[in-house]
């Protein structure tokens, strides 16, 4: 939850900077698209429904006690034979489904924000330091970025997920698995950020203020994280909303693959996978409904991601 | 159910036999003719190779029955009968001698002769075999002359024949001209020729072998058994996902799937054209219990189920009828005890679970000193069993409700079965067929019995009762039917008396496939298409 | 040029360098090889024999260095799970993977370029607005509901196309290939379509961008000024220009293309690579798993060194040195 607000702060923050950014001003006041404005609210409503599905869901799937195996795969509420108790209808372990995607998203973002944010974290250190020292230590983290990117995020997260189980009999936990999925995605993400920070840094260090504080002698972590790091945040910010939608795709896609998260703490690409055995069967709620709520989530977010980086990259504007 | 199968259809062996043999030389030319008759198959898992003796999974040994014979095998009604070998018997108390048939050909023309058998259980015995404990109780094999082998037994032991249904006898030339006498070995990073080929005497001959994609086998039309089917190939196609395998079904790419989904057994049913058949399966699910002083979810603290109250709580704290009608759609049968009916040391008396009762769980936990419920972990497997991960969350589910905390976890077999190995576990789903002798003893020896040497195999988790161990020697060795039996019922009464297990359900074996295939449906849930009818 | 050629070549030995020693690591550390390999009923002294017969005895360093070089000389160990070499074991799976790879690619490029043109000659028109909602609404959709859902339509309930496998292939050498039967074609299209959606969408979009950025340049503006005919503009002028990195990005994304393969093959049952590898995955068969890193690695390194070449060679300004 806290993690969802923050992300609707760093969105805010990010609409802020552009206020200030004086070259940008035209752009601020040229309405977005329909589109975007129906993106950034559909957004909203599903980051405050995740944060607040304790609040808001009928009852909760993460209590066992709380669903009963007589109600299972009852159909959604308007359908025949539906029950007035659930909207969504219930699935095979007679589970709310709304209940249960509710939780889901929430889930589903709190391990792609989670991803996202230590990603960022990481990449973002690591970039300041490979532009502002450069040498070897640039060299260093730029060759193991290489690396990196020399594997597709999903086969890296693939190959961590499988072995974590291999070698720690937790990893299938709720508690573990998260921390785990999150480990996967970032492993792979965070070089993103690391270069494009790296190549604004460079960009930066060699500006006359930054030499002026070096001459002052204000200590490097100062120079870095204070003078260096707010000029560099716009385009992380935006990297960071574009790579929410892949992570959470990412970690979908593992759930689905049976690597993610387990079926009593469920994401919405577990929720799938439970789903996928039943549809051809009829029971055709259990899959639809968490698939529906995933593109959704996810392509408002794109939406979002592409419009602010067509905004900060000034050659792609009016491109759309 | 398995009675359904049982004289009747060994005569209609007899009939259908006397049949083949007066037309037989009229259908042989039909057969060659232009009637080529292929069956396309699938399942969730495929064969994990081609060597018999390099695995001990009941699936790949259920391919293999197709290519090799054993010395005897089971025949429609699962009795056992002569296969390559016609008679035996037992000359001392640890040695039985066979006759072998003759005029066996293997599927490169070789003939059949006791030197086969001979390589064939020396190779299985060899330390690098990983499947060299379904025969650990024979010291060796010895040959008399071309057509007599006598197996040497560590002592005697009613079984033989049970285990020897398993054993597939390979060609002892074509081991040797393919460099292929030892099995194939991990570690020792050699894999041999008999890995990825077949040559043996079986109804059909293996044409190729692609993993994950594609087995074919064609008739073997100089088996030496009168072929009671009408196939003449067969294509074997693994699909893992259940929604893929009912789609494919249902578009026409295949014409059978073994087993078929229970949630979708009524959709295929009602379909056109296709049909399914179901039988209760020799395989019963249950619960097995941690009988440490600790439990690994409640460190530090001594065992609630080392209390017999607290076993009986947890068992009556199940709603086993409800798990019947909704997870597993009305097609189990719920269970009381741990081997299912015609298996020797059943008894009927034993098969009624404890009833789904909340009030006596919460008052048997009150009077065991755990009022407010205790903390345990769950472990279970998510692609073994029928519906084995959703059995667990409803257990779970309903354990939470009786007030016990219960941590869940579901995993791949392949991460599953280790971790129950090492006894990592607190509760944990296991079935068991007792295949392949199709005994009660596989009970008593692998599951009941204490841990040490070649008994309590499959018992990690430090269950140990001098009373079980007692009995499980004493049957290990009699030799008298009707007392074997009676020590193994006893045994079970203790089991069930104790709450050392708790069952949960008989499985089903549920088939699909199009109206115009018939193939017999088997309680140990093996696929013998040498019964296969295609019109 | 030989200098930029030899810096990457180096480079590139670093990379494999760095995937070997992480497959190795995965190998002998992940896990004891030992218990993963032995018999449930083993006893310490197999145990130990094991041991030393498998080389977990000696210095790390002389194990890895044995490791390296058994991999230099293709020799990548036995799979757990069916005792087979694992070389073995991908040569068989490369055609399935590359065949679908490859249409896949083609599908691409065949619809991403006109659709990218379309959208480019006319950015703000309708069926540019149209084409650009679909892309975005195809990147958003997870290829596992892609395929589940084309299964759906074009199996199960027209039941006009195949829901797995590849169909019937012939053996040309050691290579198997789905292309040359009937059955084997129709099995393509629903995982070729499913595993070119997301290229599609990338290449369309580059495409769009390359035009417009070229058809706004000067030398389009001197063309339009002399009056050429405008398709001679787009098509001949623009477009050509535009093509140049698209191909490269093909060509990169191929590696991607394959380890993407992995959901694709897993939702159609297709015997390729990624099959093997999400088998491997859930039986914990590690040389197979190390083995697949092996592999995927060497191919983004070869792929990242062609293309490489390919720009030193038409690129003059990196033709520096003697």
Known sequence: MALAASMFKGLIGLLRIRRVGSGLLRLIRSRPPLSVIIAGIVTAIVILCASFAPQIAPTNPLDLASFNLLDSELPPRWAEGGDPRFWLGTDNQGRDMLSAIL???????????????????????????????????????????????????????????????????????????????????????????ARTVRAATMVESAK???????????????????????????????????????????????????????????????????????VFSGIWWIALFPALTLV???????????????????KLRGRR | MFGQSGLKPRQCVRAAGLAASLGAGLLLASAIGASATTLRWSSQGDIATMDPYAHTESFTSNMHHHIYDPLVRRGRDLQIQPGLATAWRIVEPNRWRFTLRQGVKFHNGNGFTADDVVASITRLLHPDARARGNLSNVERAEKVDDFTVDFVLKGAYP?????????????????????????????????????????????????????????????????????????????????????????????????????????????????????????PSLRLI????????????????????KDKRVRQALWHAIDLSTIQSRIMRGKSRTVGTMVAPPIPGYSADLDKPLAFDAARTKALLTEAGYPNGFKTRLDCSNDRYIADEQTCVAIAAMWTRAGIQVELKTQSRATYFPLVDKGE?????????????????????????????????????????????????????????????????????????????????????????????????FADEYVRLWFAQVK | MIRVLLARLFQAALVMLAVTAVAFIMFRYVGDPVSVMAREDATQAEKAEMRVALGLDQPVIVQFGKFALRVVQGDLGISFRNQRQVAGLIAERLPATLELVFVATLISLGLGIPLGVVSALNPHGWLSKLIQSVSLVGISTPTFVTGIMLILIFAVTLKILPSFGRGDVVQLGWWSTGLLTGSGLRSLILPAVTLSLYQLTLIMRLV??????????????YARARGLPSHYIN???????????????????????????????????????????????????????????????????????AVDVVYALVDPRLRTGP
């Open chain 1, 103 to 193: 939780y889901g998203a929430r889930v589903s973002l709190m391990i792609g924000g989670g991803a996202v944010l230590l990603a960022a974290l990481i990449g973002v250190s690591l970039g300041l330091i490979a532009g502002y020292v450069g040498g070897r230590v640039d060299a260093a983290i730029m060759r193991l970025g290489d690396v990196i990117l020399s594997f597709p995020t999903i086969l890296l997260a693939l190959l961590v997920a499988g072995l974590a189980r291999a070698v720690v009999p937790e990893a299938a936990s709720p508690r573990m698995a998260p921390l785990i999925l999150i480990a996967a995605i970032t492993i792979h993400e965070w070089v993103q950020y």
């Open chain 1, 208 to 278: 006359d203020y930054i030499k002026a504080a070096r001459v002052i002698g204000f200590s490097p972590a100062r120079i870095m994280f204070r003078h260096i790091l707010p000029n560099v945040m716009g385009p992380v910010l935006v990297l960071a909303t574009i790579n929410l939608a892949g992570a959470v795709l990412t970690e979908a896609t593992l759930s689905f693959l049976g690597v993610g998260m387990p079926p009593t703490y469920p994401s919405l690409g577990t929720l799938i996978r439970i789903g996928n055995e039943f």
């Open chain 1, 296 to 314: 959704i989530m996810v392509l408002a977010v794109n939406v979002l991601g592409d419009d602010l980086r067509d905004r900060f990259n000034p």
């Open chain 2, 159 to 279: 079984l033989l024949l049970n285990d020897l249904s398993g054993i597939f006898i390979m060609n002892k030339a074509w081991l040797e001209a393919n460099n292929a006498v030892t099995p194939g070995n991990t570690t020792r990073n050699l894999t041999t020729f008999a890995s990825t080929n077949a040559n043996g005497t079986g109804p059909f001959k293996l044409e190729s072998y692609q993993p994950d994609n594609r087995t074919v086998m064609t008739v073997n039309q100089a088996w030496w058994d009168k072929a009671e089917h009408n196939i003449t190939r067969i294509e074997f196609r693994p699909i893992k996902s259940d929604a893929t395998r009912v789609a494919a079904l249902l578009s026409g790419e295949i014409d059978m799937m073994a087993p078929a989904p229970l949630q979708d057994l009524a959709r295929i049913s009602g379909a056109d054209g296709f049909k399914v058949i179901e039988e």
């Open chain 2, 286 to 305: 249950f619960l097995g219990l941690n009988s440490r002083e600790q439990l690994l979810g409640d460190p530090g603290k001594p065992n609630p189920m």
């Open chain 2, 425 to 521: 576990t607190d509760v944990y789903i296991l079935g068991w067929a007792t295949l392949p002798p199709m005994d009660g003893y596989s009970v008593l020896s692998a599951l009941l019995h204490s841990r040490e040497g070649t008994f309590g195999g499959n018992n990690p988790n430090g269950l140990s009762d001098p009373r079980l161990d007692d009995l499980t020697k004493k049957a290990s060795t009699e030799l008298d039917e009707p007392k074997r039996r009676a020590l193994m019922t006893e045994a079970l009464r203790i089991v069930r008396e104790e709450a050392y297990f708790i069952p949960l359900h008989q499985q089903p074996v549920a088939w699909a496939m199009k109206r115009n295939v018939d193939v017999p449906v």
């Open chain 3, 208 to 221: 769009r961008s390359e035009m417009i950025d070229v058809l706004s340049s000067d030398f389009i503006r």
């Open chain 3, 235 to 305: 098509y001949r002028l623009a477009l050509k220009n535009a093509l140049m990195p698209v191909i490269t990005v093909t060509g990169l994304q191929i590696g991607s293309l394959i380890a993407f393969a992995i959901v694709t093959e897993t939702v159609f049952q297709w015997p390729g690579m990624g099959l093997l590898f999400i088998q491997a995955v859930s039986f914990v068969d590690l040389p197979v798993m190390a083995a697949y890193l092996l592999f995927v690695g060497f191919l983004f390194v070869a792929i990242n060194m």
